[in-house]
């Protein structure tokens, strides 16, 4: 494929239940197995109220987004307009982590946050640095990986490791700082 190509091209692959890569998965401790959700938002700084770029209902309940995440992260003080970029989910609900991951403009590296240990995490950009909320709360060696995209320092992608030192993920997130707001 050409570098300089936006085309985009994956590999299904099928699994069976005796697939011995699915081996590995079970060996896994049962923390790094919890159900969870997460959710990455662009935030574009203003100084009015926060709020969220138009989301139809539909796209509220198949997110699976509550007023609560809203609320939590009005409370933060955040100002301006957020656009939702993406989300994902690994296991069965309930889920017994949350993450809301909250970037204000481009990286110029590649960012690992880690993933909740049950519970609800924020994370959100202040400059160069991500801020976790609540500090204390648990986390596991799994991350969240934020990857800018080489060919355009715009674009930047978000990936959830599936269990610690795998490959095997999903995305959940898409950053476009050149799409206006």
Known sequence: MDPDS??????????????????????????????????AFQLVPGLDKLEIEEMDLVSWRDMKL??????????????????????????????????????????KEPVDLPQPNSCEVIYYQVGDEWRKVPAEAPVLKKRFRLTPDPANQLLYYMWAEAYVGSEAGSGGGAFNWERPV
């Open 66 to 107: 509550t007023m609560a995440d809203f609320d939590s992260l009005a409370a933060l003080g955040l100002r301006g307009k957020l656009r939702v970029n993406g989300g994902g989910s690994s296991g069965e609900e309930p889920f017994t982590s949350r993450t809301l991951i909250v970037a204000q403009h481009p990286i």
């Open 6 to 39: 936006s085309d985009c091209q994956f590999t299904i692959t099928e699994f069976r239940k005796d697939d011995p890569r699915l081996r590995e998965y079970d060996g896994l401790p049962e923390e790094e197995k919890q159900s969870s959700i997460h959710f």
